[in-house]
């Protein structure tokens, strides 16, 4: 099968067009980098000719509504549009646990995301996962407050991209099914504990203090509202099993 994988640089993309080729299929990469503009839709068509399904996995770094929707609904937009006019059989979208139930802005953008792809004409397959093991890394960086790194509380069940990749293609690789049951790593994670020892695993050894931080996605996250559902397929690596594996130990 020739797969597209549409935003296939990211932390979960990379995974993703490596796992389509070590199931045995082509895999074809969208993005800027490689010639194609999603939002304005240059080199799209061209990509997908010949293509039998397409992965969607791209993001935009924004905490803005209206910018969220704009980028979705013009990326995914033009991406589904393109899949029609070249036939392709099955588009399959990587979508996040939660977004219906916390009102935070960038989650706005991926309902809409969400709405489209259900409503369009090309064969469809909507899978939510929760937080990547990466987040750790990207709370560390983003949450301070002026030299000092925090420690939010919430509640997630993180999971390998490696794994949400995997299963992406092996979707892909099957019928359209519509929205199917979310993706989670094993088991549930105090994230405060995260960040501090993803902290602790790069050589940081500063106060990290642990707080409630203000926001519609840490409330609904320490609510438990990110959380999958009973009916969710489970990974097997632990954060504690990725970070080993993942982040090299650094020395004080």
Do not use: C
Request: proline fraction near 6%.
């Amino acid at each position: 099968m020739r797969i597209v994988v549409a935003g296939g640089t990211g932390v979960v993309g990379t995974p993703t067009v490596e796992a389509v080729r070590s199931a045995g299929h082509e895999a074809v990469v969208l993005s800027r980098s490689h010639g194609v503009d999603l939002v304005s839709g240059r080199g799209l068509e061209a990509a997908l000719t010949g293509a039998d399904a397409v992965i969607d996995v791209v993001s935009v770094e924004t905490l803005k509504a209206s910018t969220a929707i704009e980028f979705f609904t013009a990326a995914t937009g033009n991406l589904l549009a393109a899949a029609a006019d070249t036939g392709v059989g099955h588009v399959v979208l990587l979508s996040i646990v939660g977004i219906d139930r916390i009102p935070y802005d960038y989650y706005a953008g991926k309902v809409a995301q969400e709405k489209l792809v259900s409503a369009s004409a090309v064969p469809s397959t909507i899978l939510r996962a929760t937080q990547f093991h990466e987040f750790a890394a990207q709370m560390f960086a983003r949450a301070k407050a002026g030299p000092l790194h925090l420690a939010p509380r919430a509640r997630t069940q993180p999971v390998a991209a490696r794994e949400v990749a995997e299963r992406l293609v092996t979707l892909a690789i099957g019928d359209a099914q519509g929205r199917v049951p979310d993706f989670a790593g094993p088991r549930e994670e105090q994230l405060a504990d995260m960040v501090r020892a993803y902290a602790r695993r790069i050589g940081y050894r500063g106060w990290i203090p642990a707080l409630n931080v203000p926001g519609p996605q840490m409330a609904g996250m320490r609510a438990g509202k990110a959380l999958p559902g009973p009916d969710a397929v489970r990974g097997t690596q632990t954060f504690t099993e990725w970070l080993a594996e993942a982040v090299p130990a650094r020395a004080d």
